[in-house]
């Protein structure tokens, strides 16, 4: 060694870097710091900056978003009760139908039920023939009424009592 080191003495030019006697110990909740300094704060007061304007934007894209679908549930809404209305028309056109061909049918009923009608239907159908008078016999029947009338005898029964009705029951189970 070319020379040596005493406690106080140095032989460089540069002064010498005091080291402390102590070593700091580092908080854990403290936060860290950039190298940078002002360029993380700056850095962190942008972010803070588009978070602020983010929010707005953000709120204003959250409640377009609830008025498209508040508008698509009215739009479902009334669309399911066109449905419903053209369903329930074309039900009322369907039974207005029904009811016309119903009533063309009871015309139709009403013609072949006239005597004429079932006459030449039974000749031309079934040949069925009208009836000479050798194929008539004459029953001669008494004037003598041969209906009879019944008496019917009306029992009215008075309101019994549970009691009594039970009592009743168990006399004709003994019996």
């Known amino acids: 060694m070319a020379y040596q080191r005493y406690q106080g003495y140095q032989y460089e030019t540069s002064p010498r870097k005091l080291q402390p006697e102590y070593t700091p110990k ?15 704060k700056t850095e962190v007061k942008k972010k803070n900056q588009t978070k602020r ?3 707005p934007k953000a709120k204003s894209v959250l409640y377009l978003a609830m008025g498209f679908i508040i508008l698509f549930a009215i739009s479902y809404q009334s669309s399911l009760i066109t449905e419903n209305f053209n369903e329930k028309e074309e039900k009322k ?4 139908t029904i009811e ?8 139709n009923i009403e013609k072949s039920l006239n005597l004429n009608s079932v006459e030449q239907s039974a000749k031309e159908l ?3 023939q009208k009836l000479d008078n050798s194929q008539k016999i004459y029953i ?5 009424d ?14 019994q009592s549970v ?12 019996q």
């Open 26 to 40: 580092k908080n854990p909740y403290e936060k860290k710091k950039n190298s940078t300094g002002k360029k993380a």
């Open 53 to 55: 304007k983010l929010k």
């Open 93 to 96: 056109k369907e039974l207005s």
């Open 100 to 107: 016309k061909e119903n009533e063309q049918l009871k015309v």
């Open 126 to 128: 079934l040949g069925m």
């Open 140 to 144: 001669s029947l008494p004037k003598k």
């Open 146 to 159: 041969y209906i009879e009338t019944e008496v019917e005898e009306v029992i009215i029964e008075e309101k």
């Open 163 to 174: 009691w009594q009705q039970i009592w009743q029951g168990i006399l004709k189970f003994i």
